[in-house]
């Protein structure tokens, strides 16, 4: 028996965008709910999930918008943070270095205990810089 391998093409800049855009409304979500109730470890915890994968959604993002202009692939995320920064593509460089040191700091192999600390970076600091991103992308995607 014979079976094809089926070759994935890599996802657009744009489709790459739209899950970012997907995810970062899912965070809103979460961020008004916990702000409307009593705080929980749990929502927390969703809040801190749902943040890091909406952050590697963004990092995806800037890496195939600079694939599509034909920028060779980045060694790691404070690399294509940096050239975005560069770009304009974001506004805030040292925040965005402070999301990575953050989300490395979180780290569950730490025993600090952090959790609070980074939910309330994330609402009142981290999700403005995710938010400038989609501003300034959806700009120069739409140029």
């Known amino acids: 028996m014979k079976f094809a391998i089926m070759k994935i093409p890599p996802p657009t800049c744009q489709k790459c965008f739209q899950d970012f855009q997907e995810a970062l409304d899912e965070l809103r979500d979460l961020i008004v709910g916990f702000r409307n109730s009593k705080p929980d470890p749990k929502t927390q915890h969703k809040i801190i999930r749902t943040f890091?994968?909406?952050?590697?959604?963004?990092?995806?993002t800037i890496g195939e918008y600079f694939r599509k202009?034909?920028?060779?692939?980045?060694?790691?995320?404070?690399?294509a943070t940096v050239e975005a920064f560069h770009e304009d593509l974001i506004d805030n460089g040292k925040g965005w270095l402070d999301i990575i040191i953050e989300r490395i700091k979180f780290n569950p192999l730490y025993p600090e205990d952090y959790e609070y600390e980074f939910t309330q970076n994330i609402i009142t600091k981290h999700v403005s810089l995710l938010e400038n991103f989609e501003r300034k992308l959806s700009k120069k995607l739409n140029q």
Do not use: I, N, V
Request: hydrophobic share 25%; charged share 35%.
């Open 52 to 60: 890091e994968l909406t952050h590697e959604l963004a990092l995806k």
């Open 69 to 79: 202009e034909g920028r060779p692939p980045f060694s790691g995320s404070r690399d």
